[in-house]
């Protein structure tokens, strides 16, 4: 086979997140934290890909007429990775925890607790868990309550050491309401923490006070369950209206995966697998004593700042200073801001100007996924009442983040602006920003923000992005044409500069390829750079076969999934693959082709996915500015110099990190640095430039 299983590539990336979960170099904080980010990855695994695998298995259509593996095949290899991994990350979990308590940082049961922290455990109990529990018995109810997705329970075995008769429990943890992890008060410089599962644990005898057991246990459980959205076809409804049913019903989605404490008595496993319909079919993972590490994303620090990762203050870029405007900035020179080593308040400043400007007409914006409480929104909405032609496109499909598109969906409605929730059969994934201003010709002027991430300024500070800013008239015509399109989906239209999906990226990048092939074989010089997130479709990986094949040099820094196999003689020799996993999530997407060394650059919101290219409305961006031509190169070959953070993508999905005798280059740590030095780069907040 020489394309490699993009679910089998995806658990390869996962594991290197729990490669620096497992490395001593990184915080030790930070590290619970990454078992978090491995958790919480896995429960989006299970609940898209998983259960589109499980829905394609019970097809029983003959897979060898179709270009995907066996579905029962792929789903067996997922089992055994899951269950390969979950031992590895117990592994992990449990020495963090032995050196944490080097550090005097205790994580405790409720088998360890003291006199005086079992009268504190049972205080905060009393106080703030009970009147959050609702016990379910289940001898007594007619029919198994249904497991809610996202949600941890307790299954409890009550018996007597007198008596012979058992009865089963239910506990769903009250996670919406009260911390998952409680601080003990601190005694002899030590410090402790306990996990509210055994809070509810140490107390189940006073919770099941009323009955005459005098033995009880209790046993972590878990569902998954499939996260598609079932949309409805009721012509009398709104696209809105349907959005918010699916999303709702998605909570009683079939089970794609549960998770279960191991060390459960076989009595009490076999009678959930009854009620629950357990079969050989569902992904039965056998787990530890806790589930939903995903938790571990928001572990308390309570020792020195060295077991978090230093904070850095973010950068200032003088086109967004206070002094002068930035509209008028940025239509002098393209600018680019690197997320998350500027700051993300700097777009928003942009936004804010724009708002209250007399001379700017109309904002028109893209949004896939905004943050809960946004100040992004909250300028748009000002630029509305400020009486600005505001144009919204919201893609109401953005997986897991419905709810919140939903909320500000409306909220841009009641304040005036043009919501349009996108083409039909099409997410919007684009990244586009326009500003539209009154010329001295009666015109409008644009400047265009063109960027590889969302307009997040949550993630804006975890996710590694690149965001141009241009008053280039080639660049900012066609974004006005993209909007155009988005709203009027039906009318012709054609693109010289940019490389719009579904139309015409695909072709684009083909031909792209395809010059470098003939380059090569002309004896001339040939290659090709791509960074991206995830690189799968067929027909692409097919023709960097044969790029590389013809002598062209390809480089790949691929942060997810890679269904290519690089350095297979005959086939892929000339191709490099690299992964960079570290503090931050790389992001952004950018393509440089030799072309003869005349280069061409390209950022881009698009990964090389069958989705993607042709069934999103996805924008790559060519670069012009021969300065920022420079920058994106040297951020590439920096990254390629990494030797800390950086693992090599092979056929055997292993992940080896690259070690050699250089000094030791963080490619993430130094971009910052580089950045910081730059000349006239302001720390963000202060007055002065850095010297």
């Known amino acids: 086979m020489d394309i490699i299983n993009r679910e089998i590539s995806w658990l390869s990336f996962n594991h290197s997140v729990l490669q620096e979960a497992a490395d001593p170099g990184v915080p030790m904080v930070e590290r619970l934290r990454f078992l978090g980010i491995f958790s919480n990855n896995l429960d989006e695994f299970f609940k898209v890909r998983v259960a589109s695998m499980r829905r394609l298995s019970e097809l029983n259509v003959d897979t060898t007429k179709l270009t995907i593996d066996d579905p029962k095949n792929v789903l067996s290899q997922i089992q055994k990775t899951v269950i390969r991994l979950q031992k590895e990350f117990d592994t992990i979990y449990a020495e963090i925890l032995k050196e944490l308590e080097k550090e005097g940082i205790f994580s405790i049961n409720e088998t360890q607790l003291d006199e005086s922290q079992k009268a504190y455990v049972h205080d905060f109990y009393q106080e703030m868990v009970v009147p959050e529990l609702t016990p379910i018995m289940l001898n ?174 973010p950068l200032n870029h003088p086109a967004f200073g206070t002094s002068s405007s930035i509209i008028n900035n940025l239509r002098k020179k393209d600018t680019l801001l690197y997320y998350p080593y500027h700051g993300f308040t700097q777009f928003i400043n942009l936004i804010r100007e724009a708002a209250i400007d007399p001379e700017v007409t109309f904002l028109g914006i893209t949004l896939y996924r905004v943050a ?158 791509l960074k991206i997130n995830n690189l799968v479709d067929r027909k692409m990986i097919m023709r960097l076969y044969a790029a590389s094949q013809a002598g062209v040099r390809i480089t790949l820094l691929v942060r997810g999934i890679c269904s290519l196999k690089p350095g297979v003689a005959g086939l892929s020799e000339n191709i490099k693959a690299v992964r960079i996993v570290g503090r931050f999530l790389e992001h952004s997407r950018i393509f440089i082709f030799c072309n003869q060394g005349k280069e061409k650059y390209y950022i881009s919101s698009a990964d090389w996915m069958p989705r993607n290219l042709d069934h999103r409305v996805e924008v790559a961006c060519p670069i012009y500015d021969p300065d920022i031509q420079k920058e994106l190169k040297d951020m590439i070959d920096l990254s390629l110099k990494d030797n800390v953070k950086a693992r090599i993508i092979n056929e055997n999905q292993n992940n080896p990190y690259i070690r050699n005798d250089k000094p030791d280059l963080n490619y993430q740590m130094e971009m910052y640095k580089v950045l910081k030095k730059r000349p006239d780069t302001a720390i963000l907040g202060t007055k002065t430039s850095r010297k």
Not at 253 to 271: A, C, F, H, I, T
Request: with cysteine.
């Open 372 to 529: 809960w409480i946004s100040k992004v929104v909250s300028a748009l909405i000002n630029a509305s009442l400020n009486g600005k032609e505001v144009m919204v496109i919201i893609e109401l499909q953005a997986r897991f983040d419905e709810e919140s598109n939903i909320h500000w969906s409306r909220k841009l409605e009641e304040a005036g602006a043009k919501v349009l929730f996108g083409i039909p059969g099409l997410k919007i994934h684009c990244k586009l920003f326009l500003i539209g201003r009154n010329g001295n010709d009666g015109k409008n002027q644009y400047t265009a923000c063109i960027s590889t991430g969302n307009f997040h300024e949550g993630t804006a500070k975890v996710y590694s992005d690149v965001t141009l800013f241009t008053g280039n008239k080639k660049i900012t015509r066609e974004v006005r044409q993209v909007f155009n399109f988005m709203e009027y989906p039906y009318k012709p239209v054609n693109f010289k500069h940019l490389l719009v999906s579904p139309n015409f990226m695909r072709t684009r990048l083909l031909n792209l390829i395809d010059n470098e092939i003939i380059n090569a074989q002309q004896g001339l010089e040939a290659y090709i750079i």
């Open 140 to 313: 007594q109810v007619k029919y198994f309550p249904e497991l809610k997705d996202k949600s941890i329970y307790l299954a409890v075995k009550l018996f007597s050491s007198k008596q012979k008769n058992i009865e089963y429990a239910l506990i769903e943890l009250p996670r919406k309401t009260l911390p998952r992890f409680i601080t003990l008060p601190p005694k002899e410089g030590k410090k402790f923490i306990i996990i509210l599962d055994d809070v509810i644990r140490s107390e189940l005898p006073n919770l099941f006070r009323n009955f005459t057991y005098d033995q009880f246990e209790a046993y972590t459980i878990k569902i998954t369950r499939d996260a598609e959205l079932d949309i409805d076809n009721d012509l009398t409804k709104s696209f809105l209206e349907k959005i918010s049913k699916g999303v709702k019903g998605r909570k009683k989605g079939q089970p794609v995966r549960y998770v279960y404490d191991k060390s459960m008595p076989e009595d009490l496993q076999n009678y959930l697998n009854t009620k629950l319909r357990i079969t050989r079919k569902d992904n039965v993972i056998p787990g530890g004593r806790y589930h939903n590490f995903k938790d571990y994303m928001e572990y308390p620090n309570l020792g020195s700042g060295k077991l978090e990762y230093k904070k850095f203050a």
